[in-house]
């Protein structure tokens, strides 16, 4: 009769005698050769082209005007982003309201301000003195305690972050109410059970939750409004892409300029993707599904591995 300890020591025998191959992926390999070959075709036309204009390129990067247009641009993002997602979360929550017109306001204003593009309404903001010489303050339908000119209340800066900030905010609404609504049903009732009361339920309960849904896509609306802002252009205000086009128009260096200008986009994005990235692994914490790692992450994960393998490697060196 075979006993079990018998049988384990065959099965290690034989375990010990099978010979291991690794799996082969000619798929990967020629994959990964002609992503390598058409990046070096990328590469070699930049820097050998002289079309490109590098020196010129080198001149502008950081010139105090570019410099200043970088500047403006940041701040024009963060006003529309700010006040955009400040509006958006009212939104959202007056379309999750029970009561009819609260939902029917926020509905409407999300389809009107959707469905007008961006470079209409910050035309109509521009020109909202044609509309109204005059905006008032005061009772409404009643007396007016003082009024304005819409010319000095309503300039290009103001009229640009206006109109960025409220065409955002109808894409901030779907995003936060998409968020509110992924948070499970269950929480709240069980929060309304124990007699927490509406506004805390909200802001300490399915918030904090829901933005695990909302920072991706509003991640992504940052980086959009980044090279959003090059709309506002047309109101000749001096944003990155104005400045640009500025000195490319006195001194001819079209494609230089052009490319300093995607540089320096090419920064800001890559910053705020970073930024994005460690925003999501923090509230995406108690998550059994791991962030995917960026490629930087990657490169010192493969690093590292290379790095313990030679301190393991024996000390004579050299295979026996």
């Not at 890559?270 to 930087?296: C, D, I, K, M």
Request: aromatic share 10%; no cysteine.
């Amino acid at each position: 009769m075979t006993t079990p300890a018998v049988l384990e020591e065959a099965a290690a025998e034989s375990a010990g005698s099978l010979t291991v191959f690794k799996a082969r992926h000619p798929g990967r390999w020629i994959a990964g050769a002609a992503v390598a070959v058409l990046l070096a075709m990328a590469v070699n036309a930049l820097v050998t082209n002289p079309a490109w204009d590098w020196p010129v390129v080198g001149a502008y990067l950081f010139h105090p005007s570019v410099l200043h247009a970088v500047l403006f641009t940041v701040e024009l993002t963060a006003l529309g982003i700010v006040l955009g997602f400040l509006l958006g979360t009212v939104l959202a929550l007056m379309r999750l309201s029970r009561v009819p017109l609260l939902a029917s306001a926020a509905w409407g204003y999300v389809w009107l301000f959707r469905s007008v593009p961006l470079i209409l309404q910050l035309l109509f903001w521009y020109n909202l003195a044609a509309l109204y010489k005059q905006i008032s303050f005061g009772v409404p339908f009643g007396l007016a305690f003082f009024s304005v000119d819409s010319m000095d209340l309503i300039g290009p800066v103001t009229a640009a972050a206006l109109g960025l900030a409220l065409h955002q905010a109808a894409y901030a609404a779907e995003i936060v109410r998409g968020g509110l609504l992924s948070v499970d049903p269950g929480q709240m009732e069980a929060a309304a059970a124990l007699g927490i009361p509406r506004g805390r339920q909200i802001f300490r309960i399915q918030l904090p939750q829901a933005m695990r849904s909302i920072v991706p896509a509003a991640g992504n609306e940052i980086i959009g409004l980044v090279k959003g802002t090059s709309v506002v252009y047309i109101m000749a205000l001096p944003e990155l892409f104005y400045q640009v086009q500025v000195i490319y128009n006195r001194n001819g260096r079209v494609i230089a300029m052009l490319l300093v200008a995607a540089i320096w986009y090419l920064v800001l994005t890559t910053v705020l993707s970073a930024a994005q990235h460690y925003v999501e692994r923090r509230f995406g914490r108690g998550l059994a599904q791991a962030l995917p790692p960026t490629p930087l992450q990657r490169l010192r994960g493969i690093l590292t591995v290379r790095r313990q393998a030679r301190r393991q490697r024996p000390a004579g060196g050299g295979r026996r």
